[in-house]
């Protein structure tokens, strides 16, 4: 089964940056999705950005496009967010998920499309 942990998360000023990791683990396939959701109390998941590690394609929402990056280290299979201009509307819990896909079109920004789960991380954006 898949495991997934993230990590670098922290406090941030409005405008400034952080990088996320996601290390995943104990897969068996080589073609998956990991993405990266966002979640404050009281609101829905929210997709943020991923990558397809079959072809390395990336996809954001269009709330981060310009702001965020996901590239990932192939020597260690981590996964990283780049957050970038900071807003508060950034703060949230940082979680990372995979599944399996057949090409980037699979990597859905959506929850419900993913199985394997780390345990988060937090972030949180103060002015």
């Known amino acids: 089964q898949m495991q997934l942990e993230e990590s670098g998360g922290g406090a941030a000023q409005v405008g400034g940056s952080l990088r996320l990791s996601c290390a995943p683990s104990?897969?068996?396939?080589?073609?998956?999705?990991i993405t990266w959701f966002r979640q404050v109390s009281g609101k829905e998941r929210e997709g943020v950005a991923g990558?397809?590690?079959?072809?390395?394609?990336?996809y954001y929402a269009d709330s981060v496009k310009g702001r965020f990056t996901v590239d990932q280290d192939l020597a260690t299979k981590t996964l990283y967010l780049h957050l970038n201009s900071l807003t508060a509307e950034d703060t949230g819990m940082y979680y990372c998920?995979?599944?399996?896909?057949?090409?980037?079109?699979?990597?859905?920004?959506?929850?419900?499309?993913?199985?394997?789960w780390g345990k988060g991380t937090q972030v949180t954006v103060s002015s």
């Open positions: 998920a995979g599944d399996l896909g057949l090409s980037v079109e699979d990597c859905e920004l959506s929850p419900t499309n993913y199985n394997f």
């Open positions: 104990g897969y068996t396939y080589q073609r998956y999705c």
């Open positions: 990558i397809y590690c079959g072809t390395g394609s990336t």
